[in-house]
């Protein structure tokens, strides 16, 4: 998580309507802007501003998705597994709980080429 990235910042961003619904919609897969823009019912605008926030707490990851063509476009995939708040103490505690990043295209190449 960026240091940046607090508790507080985590929790703002989960009380938007947008970062709730791309957090869960690639929970189930990963997705493009274009397709998130869809099944959120908003604009790729909007969409983007969003993953940069969730990629800014480390809640949503870009991946390189290649195409038999040789093309690749991004897609964006949820990291976030929990979140759970807990009041004890006199203290709010929040605890989040993020799948593993997913190895990278280039990454994934090159160690197959060192493999070799």
Same mark, same amino acid.
């Given at each position: ?41 908003a ?8 993953? $940069? ?12 998705q ?22 004890? $103490?006199g203290?709010?505690?929040? $605890? ?18 060192? $493999?070799?």
């Amino acid at each position: 998580m960026s240091e940046d990235c607090d508790d507080e910042k985590v929790l703002a961003l989960l009380d938007d309507e947008y970062a709730r619904a791309i957090l869960t919609a690639t929970s189930a897969e990963p997705m493009s802007a274009q397709t998130l823009s869809e099944r959120c019912d908003a604009s790729v605008t909007t969409i983007y501003r969003r993953i $940069d926030r969730l990629k800014e707490c480390d809640l949503v990851e870009e991946q390189l998705q290649p195409q038999p063509d040789g093309n690749h476009y991004k897609v964006y995939a949820s990291r976030l597994e929990s979140f759970s708040v807990s009041f004890e $103490d006199g203290e709010m505690r929040a $605890d989040i709980t993020r799948a593993e990043a997913e190895e990278d295209v280039a990454d994934r190449f090159t160690r197959m080429w060192q $493999d070799l």
